[in-house]
């Protein structure tokens, strides 16, 4: 029964320990929670939430990271104590709490929408605080990431760019209103062109920003906004290019949202006799207006609203609210925007007009006519109204627009010069498109002219650098996604390409050139994504162009060739492979479904070729050609219509693609200065910024041949995070902001920058920016050289920066040193010269010591040596000698021996009255002998052993002879005397006899202790000789398998992330289920799993007992108790595995600031397990456990420099560990035992620590229990065995 106690308490000391362990477990609604592991499983750890309302649950390894006892709140993520998802997804939880929204990833800015104002957050003031200030010394801001580009741009002479990027409502548009107020005032108040910048936000705004499900100013356009500076870093002007405005929502949104804010301004904050003249009203009146018909206003602009304006929505609902956008305000500061670019009256109310035109073109309605035999429609009589205020408001001709609309005009090939002209009928839903086309085209171009407006108010002539903020709609899905989300998730691809290569791929190549030795992580590759959508071949894009050039052009077709180019692609699905159950009726031929790197989403191809295809029928554009209005006229120039036909038109993809194409390389070039970027941007502007195909290729071959042409600082990113999905403050959703980081590549960079520098500088560069100041003793000094001087007489710690091959580069959190080093104002640099000179000359004077120092150390160190060896000399002589005169003079001791026995003879012989003279006679004799034993001896240098015992057995002899008649004379003379006298000489005599014994006995042991340790040798020499021909079959196997293998991990890695992907795809679904009250399904598409899964999946069949299920406790319990071999075999495999998971998965999250302090095996064990060949073992039988026992060298990494190396022992059962013991001079002994401290032994199989081919490592049983019980160890007891 104490036993089976012991085994017990043995068990719950287990599970203590583990419990103590605090790990942050995943979750699907709150990202991780914190939990303790309770239990080790065989793929997976069972945790207990701290949190009760939490369930108990089983969590896989991946998904459980360690967790610090208290809460967090660092600035910069890289600073956390563990760098891992969970950590920093709480850092942002616990911070956004505390209404501090930003952090970093080293030079990352993380933004999190808080969805309310935060008092002078944004201040005049915190303006003033930020500038010139170094990212780190104040705490994190936008206006930080707008500083260093402006500090950036000024020191390294090159153009930047600011990428804000996040998912629609994550605050992408106003950190863009923010970086701009920035730029703009950072040095002084703004003048005429910054406002004229700033303006050009509402303004945009308002024509291209609507009311979506999840964001309320939702930008449906993307706008790369430039701020022009001259040499001085001072505002010059500016330029916009915009990409993409969502055409669709002119005519159509769903009942949750609304048009572009424009028409709803206009109708709310107009003049009355402006409304008047453009013959508005109510939202409920337009056709156009069909969705969400509500005014956004606070408390005081609701009642300055007419009650004529508003919608019967508005009336029973109230308005809707917002902290950012009011209607009526709004369009008072539209207004004034307007003015301050330099429009009149007159040329705003032709945009008014024409924005009131569109309006009004929605309502013409179309209805069959009776008679008519080809099928033709009429414009209906409740829309005459509204086509003639259309035509009044665009300046044609009622009729005109009426037979435009209604009818088009083909002309034929033959019959003439030109062909014979034809007026063909529409039909009502033909004439529909034709009016819907029409003011989309109305509406966009005017949107394009607004744009160029803003452009030509800020000229930059005399620019040679600029600031880049991009801003482009974030990542979208809809449970209706058609052409637009299509065009503007592809875009989002483009840039997470940018992204990872320029942050993951490139820097990692960096640092394999640089030799900083730095992890390599792993990160998903998108170039297959848009290899899918832009190939020339057979992508997407391509197909649809294809297609809508067919006579026929059909969607159920095209959406057929895309699936046939592309079945077997992973990135390409089956509308029913998505997860959200209302994707699941389409038909194949009516979508497809694209797995992005965000998620998967299903796209619906029924309007793909009509929205690709924005061009207007002649009849149309001609009209609008020849109108009277001004403004309508311009933006629909005569004579600018390029060739007609299907084969010469420009798709809407096509162009965007170029577009995108232009942006993607003013990134890229901005990443990377070139000599063009010293040229005026005026005279680049005339190349649209393309470089010239000459310096292009120049600049890619030096590129490719490794010279050091670019300099990559000019990007900077944003990451926007939407904290929750209601819109709402205070409320963070983890899963949610979990999902966005992980999708925008930010844990990738958390998990590169525990180890990476983000900052970085060659030495050359440093090194001539100081040429100038310096004297001349400095001058002549390397680069490099003097970069690590400088370094050092700046107090810089070792572990902040680290130099590479050609460049000197910085860890995170370091950029207040970096911009120190780089700041180049004349004082800067004489103060930081004037501390290299100091370092240098106390650092030369330091080594002067030092190597006098050495060369007397040495001296010493010489004569200790010599002195040492005379010592060795003497000893290995005085060996040598004993060991050759051994048997002599312990022959001679032997015999002397018998000299004291005849003395004692003697001495009882003067006692005898009869006989003295014949006794002392005999003893003289032998005398003689032992003179003549000793004298043959001595002069005999050859002579044997044998031969000393047969001469010391001869003299023995006759002294026993002597010793008989004297007992036999003695006897009846002195018999009680004689005989105690005798039995002291049979004592002394017996004594000598029991040393000889001892002594042969000890001479057998230490022969007995050779053999085994010969023995010992010998097998270790068999088994590596044995090792060694296994080694060169399993090289020889190798070669056979290593294809195999590598496609075994491709397979594997593969299959990972495409279980990564399916995760996403699942919590985008989840998402969009609740947002539209659909329902998700739960059973995964199926994937095809690796050999190597299948492989394993087989093998666990195959075996005898399934120990997957069985808890850590039970297996310990079965190796202490089972009288089953097998499964005792068994158990203690699968146990020894879980530790092993345990340990590694403990290594992974260990803290960064603490060495391995719990060090299981010494490091020489623990690489030799790591660098062992990953061969599948043969199957052994199990047989009786063999105990082997060693000893080697040990010092644990965090000791001392100066501290003695100790001595690690192991006891080995078989292949497992059963006992462990460290011994070190200056601590006391660390004894663990298997059942009881498992959690600190070595998990490793005796195979796997490849002990038994280290020379001189295996000792003896008796060796190992003897320091064992020495050190108060307990002796060994297989409690298998005594169950058995």
């Known amino acids: 029964m104490d036993f089976y106690t012991n085994i017990e308490r043995r068990i719950d000391k287990d599970v203590r320990k583990m419990d103590t362990q605090l790990v942050w477990a995943r979750d699907p609604t709150e990202g991780y929670i914190q939990c303790r592991i309770t239990e080790i499983g065989a793929k997976d750890f069972e945790v207990t939430p701290v949190d009760r309302k939490f369930a108990k649950r089983t969590c896989h390894i991946d998904d459980i990271f360690s967790s610090c006892e208290g809460p967090q709140d660092h600035d910069d993520n890289c600073e956390l104590m563990l760098l891992n998802e969970a950590t920093f997804l709480d850092n942002l939880k616990v911070r956004y709490y505390k209404d501090k929204i930003y952090t970093y990833v080293a030079n990352i800015l993380i933004a999190v929408n808080p969805y309310r104002e935060i008092n002078d957050l944004y201040s005049s003031v915190t303006i003033k605080q930020y500038n010139g200030r170094s990212l780190g010394e104040l705490p994190p801001h936008v206006f930080a990431i707008a500083d260093k580009a402006i500090r950036d741009m000024r020191v390294l002479k090159c153009s930047q760019s600011i990428i804000v990027s996040g998912e629609s409502g994550a605050g992408k548009t106003e950190s863009t209103k923010y970086l701009l107020k920035y730029l703009c005032h950072s040095h002084d108040s703004a003048g005429p062109i910054e406002q004229k910048i700033l303006d050009a936000n509402p303004i945009l705004e308002a024509f291209g920003n609507a009311k979506t499900t999840r964001n309320n100013n939702s930008s449906r356009f993307g706008k790369f906004i430039e701020v022009h500076y001259d040499a001085k870093c001072q505002v010059v002007g500016g330029y916009i290019s915009h990409y993409l405005l969502e055409k669709s929502r002119i005519c159509t949104q769903s009942s949750e949202e609304r048009n572009y804010h424009v028409f709803y301004m206009l109708l709310a904050g107009a003049p009355q006799q402006l409304r008047d003249k453009l013959g508005l009203g109510k939202p409920d009146d337009y056709r156009y207006l069909s969705g969400c018909t509500q005014y956004f206003a606070n408390a005081k602009t609701e009642q300055l609203i007419p009650t004529a304006q508003k919608s019967k929505d508005y009336q029973q609902k109230g308005a809707l609210r917002d902290p950012i956008i009011d209607d009526y305000n709004h369009f008072q500061n539209l207004d004034k925007a307007l003015s301050r670019l330099g429009l009149s009256d007159v040329n705003k109310l032709e945009i008014y007009s ?183 071949s057979n992508g997407i894009y ?583 071999i097998e499964l005792l075999e068994a158990c203690r495999q699968e146990f020894h595995r879980r530790l092993k998971v345990y340990h590694a998965w403990k290594a992974k999250n260990r803290k960064r600031t603490t060495m391995d302090e719990n060090e299981r095996a010494p490091k020489s064990v623990m690489e030799a397990a790591t660098k062992a060949p990953p061969l599948i073992q043969p199957k052994h039988e199990i047989t009786t456990a063999q105990h082997r026992y060693f000893r080697i060298p040990f010092m644990r990494a965090n000791a001392p420099e100066n501290t003695k190396r100790g001595l690690w022992y192991a006891h080995f059962d078989g292949q497992w560990i059963a006992r462990q013991m460290e011994l070190h001079a200056d601590k006391p002994p660390i004894l663990l035992i298997a059942g009881i401290d498992d959690m600190q032994m070595c998990e490793l199989s005796l195979e796997e620590t490849g002990l038994t081919r280290k020379r001189g490592a295996e000792i003896l049983e008796i060796e190992f229990n003897r320091e064992w019980e020495k050190n108060g160890g307990k002796p060994y007891k297989n409690l298998g065995s005594q169950i058995l």
Not at 463 to 489: K, P
Request: hydrophobic letters at 35%; proline letters at 3%; a positive charge.
């Open 542 to 1124: 391509t197909l649809l162009d294809e297609e809508s050039k067919l006579p026929k052009p059909s969607a159920s077709h095209f959406t057929t060739e895309v699936h046939k180019a592309w079945c077997n692609h992973f990135r390409l699905g089956l509308p029913r492979s998505s997860r959200l159950k209302a994707h699941r009726i389409l038909r194949d031929e009516e979508g497809f479904l694209v797995r992005h790197f965000a998620g998967g989403v299903c796209y619906n191809t029924e309007q793909f070729i009509e929205k690709n295809n924005d061009a207007l029928h002649a009849s149309l554009e001609g009209l609008v050609q020849e109108c009277e209005n001004p403004l309508l006229k311009t933006l629909f120039p005569s004579g600018s219509t390029s060739p007609r036909g299907k084969l010469n038109f420009i798709s809407v993809g096509s162009k965007f693609k170029t577009q995108l194409a232009e942006l993607m390389e003013k990134l890229e070039k901005n990443n990377g200065y070139s000599q063009s970027q010293y040229l005026p941007l005026s005279k680049q502007r005339g190349m649209h910024y393309n470089l010239e195909s000459k310096l292009y290729k120049k600049l890619e071959s030096n590129e490719k041949s490794g010279i050091n042409v670019f300099q990559k600082f000019g990007t900077n990113f944003i990451r926007c995070i939407k904290p929750n999905s209601k819109m709402v403050d205070k409320e963070f959703e983890g899963g949610l902001a979990l999902a966005q980081l992980k999708c925008s590549g930010t844990i990738s960079v958390l998990e590169l920058m525990e180890h990476g520098y983000p900052s970085r500088v060659p030495f050359g560069d440093l090194y001539n920016m100081y040429k100038s100041y310096l004297p001349p003793e400095l001058v002549k000094l390397p680069a490099r050289t003097f970069c690590e001087a400088m370094l050092h007489s700046l107090n810089l710690s070792s572990k902040d920066f680290k130099f590479g091959i050609t460049k000197v580069f910085f860890r995170p959190g370091k950029f207040v040193e970096f911009d120190r080093i780089l700041r180049s104002d004349p004082e800067n640099l004489l103060a930081i010269v004037t501390k290299v000179k100091k370092w240098l000359i106390r650092s030369r004077w330091v080594k002067t010591i030092l190597g006098a120092a050495c060369a007397i150390r040495l001296k010493n160190r010489i004569k200790y040596r010599n002195k040492c060896i005379l010592v060795m000399q003497r000893m290995v002589r005085g060996h040598l000698a004993r060991k050759h005169h051994r048997p002599r003079y312990q022959g001679i001791a032997k015999i002397n021996k018998i000299r004291l026995n005849a003395q004692k003879t003697i001495e009882i012989a003067t006692g005898l009255k009869n006989g003295r003279e014949v006794i002392i006679n005999e003893v003289n004799d032998i005398y003689r002998q032992i003179e003549d034993a000793i004298k043959s001896i001595k002069e005999n240098e050859k002579i044997t052993s044998r031969e000393i015992d047969s001469l010391h057995t001869v003299v023995m002899a006759n002294m026993n002879k002597v010793t008989v008649d004297l007992n036999s004379k003695l006897k009846e003379q002195q018999q009680a005397e004689e005989q105690e006298r005798l039995r002291k000489i049979q004592e002394a005599l017996e004594a000598e006899r029991r040393a000889r014994e001892e002594e042969e006995r000890k001479k057998q042991e230490e022969e007995e202790n050779k053999r085994l340790k010969a023995e010992m040798e010998a097998r270790r020499k068999a088994e590596e000789l044995k090792r060694l021909k296994q080694e060169e079959e399993d090289r020889r196997a190798a070669l056979a398998l290593q294809a195999q293998l590598e496609k075994e991990a491709q397979d594997d890695a593969k299959y990972r992330q495409q279980l990564e992907q399916e995760r996403r795809d699942h919590e985008l679904a989840l998402r969009l289920a609740n947002e539209s009250n659909g329902q998700v399904e739960d059973s995964p598409p199926v994937i095809r799993k690796s050999e190597n899964v299948r492989a394993q999946q087989q093998a666990l069949g195959k075996q005898k007992y399934d120990l997957s299920k069985w808890k850590y406790s039970e297996l310990r319990d079965a190796i202490n108790t089972s009288c089953d």
């Open 354 to 536: 024409l924005v009131a035109a569109v309006l009004h073109l929605g309502n013409i309605s179309f209805e069959e006519i009776p008679d008519d035999a080809r099928g033709g429609c009429q414009v209906s009589e409740a829309s005459e109204d509204s086509l003639t205020i259309t035509c009044r408001l665009l300046g044609v001709d009622p009729t005109e627009l009426r037979q435009a609309l209604v009818s088009r005009v083909m002309q034929s090939k033959g019959g003439g010069f030109k062909g014979t002209v034809i007026m063909v009928p529409l039909k009502i839903y033909e004439a529909s498109n034709a009016r819907d086309a029409l003011a989309k085209a109305i509406y966009s171009r005017l949107f394009d002219r607004i744009v160029a407006l803003i452009n030509q108010s800020i000229p930059f002539k005399a620019s040679n650098f600029y600031i880049g903020v991009l801003d482009i709609a974030g990542f979208e899905y809809f449970t209706v996604n058609s052409f637009e989300q299509f065009c503007i998730n592809y875009c989002n691809e483009k840039l997470q390409k940018f992204f990872n290569d320029n942050i993951l791929k490139n820097e990692q190549e960096l640092y394999k050139r640089e030799g900083l030795n730095v992890p390599e992580i792993s990160f998903t590759d998108n170039q297959d994504i848009i290899d899918l959508i832009e190939s020339k």
